[in-house]
Structures are given as structure tokens and as C-alpha cells.
């Protein structure tokens, strides 16, 4: 069956530093990732979507990568700062129904970036 | 992006009732997702609310224990019955546009039952 792993121990970073969380998936060639952001107690905030066909995508501090041969994407945040500290989700197309992609969630990281 | 106010925001609900939660958009949205977050866990698709007709189930949802409605391209409702204290989870409500699109999430409904 289908299966999307990411790292469920907590993440810590200092300032300043480089942060990579890691999406893993088997038995899966989804055409479209998206990592979403979650702080506690609201529903995730979307943060960049990606096609199997780009390697990579950016968008000011965070920068996402997609390898479709490991199976795997790569969520990074450049110059992290304590506000970055959150559970970060990455979702992956599960198919289209109906004209719409439907997205399955992993179980999300919780970063914590150090002051 | 949508706007979504999701309510209640969270509830304390007693075994054998039922709770209707309420995700109503600023905007019409083609498609209305109803997910399930439980404790430590992903988020998992319960139903696609389909506007003037009955819902998508998910494999492992029943419309007998989480009806949906959705009146219009604006609002829609999930009601949980029959609460046992396993229902216990957040509840959100999501929309997006057809096609590649990112998903718009409310802020959830956090639901104990006692």
C-alpha cells in the first residue's frame, strides 16, 4: 500500500542554521508534492508545491527538491529563525477524482529552531 | 486565497450524542474536503462534500456516522453521531480549486468525548 514517512522525532536547529526535513514515499509515483506548515492548535498552512518533472523550487528562505529515482523530497530552510518552529507536513497526490488532485498527508516533523 | 471560519472551535460532547461542525468559505470553492487529525497522527481524508448531491466517502467513513452537507459552493456541514470517546480528534474542513491547486485548511474543530 501506499506510504509517506517522515521523521517523527522532533527536529532541533540553531539560529541561523540550515534546516532539512525528509519525505519519504514507496509504492507511490505522485505527480505533484506540497509541504504545508502546522503550528498548534490551527490547520496546516500551505508553502510551496512542486511537480515530478522540477527538480527543485524555491521560494525565499525555503527551497524543496523532488527525486522521483529515491522516492524522496527534501524540505529546506536557509537562515532559520525561532519563528520557523513548527510541525512541517508533506502531502503527495494521491490521484485525480473528479478534476481535483487528492492529497495524502504524512505525519509531519515538529522543528524547533534555538534561540 | 479562501478565507474559512470553521466552528466550533472545540467542544467537550458526551458518549451517544452527535456534534455538527460548520466550515463556511469567503468565497465559492469547487471542491470541500472534511479531514481527521488525530493525536500524533496525519491527517486523513473522511469525505469530499459535493455540492447538491451526497458526499465521497473514504474508505473506513459511513454517511450513517458522519453525515455531510453541502447546500451550496460556500458552506458545508459534518455532523460526528453516535460519539464514543474514539471520535476524539480534530476536525478540519479544507477547500481548493479544481486541478493542481494547494489546499486552504480552517482551523479545526478539536473534539473530546467523555
Known amino acids: 500500500s501506499q506510504k509517506i514517512e517522515q521523521n517523527s522525532e522532533a527536529l532541533n536547529i540553531q539560529e541561523g542554521k540550515t534546516a532539512t526535513l525528509t519525505c519519504n514515499y514507496t509504492?507511490?509515483?505522485?505527480?505533484?508534492l506540497q509541504w504545508y506548515r502546522q503550528d498548534p492548535g490551527r490547520g496546516p498552512v500551505f508553502l510551496l508545491l512542486?511537480?515530478?518533472?522540477?527538480k527543485e523550487k524555491r521560494k525565499e528562505r525555503l527551497k524543496v527538491t523532488f527525486d522521483t529515482t529515491l522516492k524522496q523530497s527534501l524540505f529546506h530552510i536557509t537562515a532559520s529563525q525561532p519563528a520557523d518552529s513548527a510541525t512541517y507536513l508533506c502531502?503527495?497526490?494521491?490521484?485525480?477524482?473528479?478534476?481535483?488532485?487528492?492529497?495524502?498527508f504524512g505525519t509531519g516533523t515538529r522543528l524547533k529552531v534555538l534561540a | 486565497s479562501a478565507v474559512i471560519s470553521q466552528k466550533p472551535s472545540r467542544d467537550i460532547c458526551q458518549r451517544g450524542t452527535s456534534l455538527t461542525i460548520q466550515c463556511q468559505v469567503d468565497s465559492q470553492v469547487t471542491m470541500m474536503f472534511w479531514y481527521r487529525q488525530q493525536p500524533g497522527q496525519s491527517l486523513t481524508l473522511i469525505a469530499t462534500?459535493?455540492?447538491?448531491?451526497?458526499?465521497?466517502?473514504e474508505s473506513g467513513f459511513v454517511i450513517d456516522k458522519f453525515p455531510i452537507s453541502r447546500p451550496n459552493l460556500t458552506f458545508s456541514t459534518l455532523t460526528v453521531s453516535n460519539m464514543s470517546p474514539e471520535d476524539s480528534s480534530i476536525y478540519l474542513c479544507s477547500v481548493t480549486d479544481r486541478g493542481v491547486s494547494d489546499y486552504t485548511f480552517g482551523s479545526g474543530t478539536r473534539l473530546t468525548v467523555v
Open positions: 509504492n507511490y509515483s505522485p505527480a505533484y
Open positions: 512542486i511537480r515530478e518533472n522540477e
Open positions: 462534500a459535493n455540492q447538491g448531491s451526497e458526499a465521497t466517502y
Open positions: 502531502a503527495l497526490d494521491g490521484g485525480l477524482d473528479s478534476g481535483t488532485y487528492k492529497y495524502i
